[in-house]
Structures are given as structure tokens and as C-alpha cells.
Nanobody, 118 residues
Framework: QVQLVESGGGLVQPGGSLRLSCAAS????????MGWYRQAPGKQRVWVAL???????YYADSVKGRFTISRDNAGNTLNLQMSTLKPEDTAVYYC????????????WGQGTQVAVSS
């Protein structure tokens, strides 16, 4: 059974940094770790960052230049380095993965809370 577990969230002051990690079981061949989403209080979950199988990265305009997505060599850990954090970044952050074969099932972690406040 695929499991995704996010970690690294917490309370940080504006301008600070945090590194989020997503540990995936069975991700070596069974799933592709694809990216990060976030959900602010009272809002829908939105896409934040994506990394392709070739390593190309994509970012939402709201975080471009401040966040960096990466994947370890084994492909079983997904990271999100967040810098110059703003109060608007406050949200629960979720790791997203997808199975390698049809019907391409989507998997989500339980989320990790990031709070940016002075």
C-alpha cells in the first residue's frame, strides 16, 4: 500500500525559511512523486510546485523565485525548500504522487501545517 508522509512544517516568521519533505513507501517503481499542493483556511487546495520525471521544475506564480522543489536520487523523497516566506504562504501543504500504470491513481499525504506569522 502506497503511503506518503509529509514533515517539516511549523511556525516561522515572515522572511524565514522551511524545508518540507515527503517520504513515500513503494515509490521507487510503483509511483511517481510529482509535486506539492497547499490549502489555506477556507480555500480550495491549489497547486504549488511540480517536478517532471526528467527533473524539470514548474512553480505557481505565487511562489516562483522563493520555493524550490527537488527529489532525491532514489525517487522516494520529495522536498520543498521554502524561502522568504510570507503570511500568505500559511496553509497545509500536501505531497502528491501518481501510480505509474493506468488508471493512474492519485495519492496524497496527510499534510503538514505551515504557519507564517510574526
Amino acid at each position: 500500500q502506497v503511503q506518503l508522509v509529509e514533515s517539516g512544517g511549523g511556525l516561522v516568521q515572515p522572511g524565514g525559511s522551511l524545508r518540507l519533505s515527503c517520504a513515500a513507501s513503494g515509490s521507487g517503481d510503483s509511483i511517481n512523486l510529482m509535486g506539492w499542493y497547499r490549502q489555506a483556511p477556507g480555500k480550495q487546495r491549489v497547486w504549488v510546485a511540480l517536478i517532471s520525471s526528467s527533473g524539470t521544475t514548474y512553480y505557481a506564480d505565487s511562489v516562483k523565485g522563493r520555493f524550490t522543489i527537488s527529489r532525491d536520487n532514489a525517487g522516494n523523497t520529495l522536498n520543498l525548500q521554502m524561502s522568504t516566506l510570507k503570511p500568505e504562504d500559511t496553509a497545509v501543504y500536501y505531497c502528491h504522487a501518481q501510480s505509474r500504470v493506468p488508471p493512474y491513481v492519485d495519492y496524497w499525504g496527510q499534510g503538514t501545517q505551515v504557519a507564517v506569522s510574526s
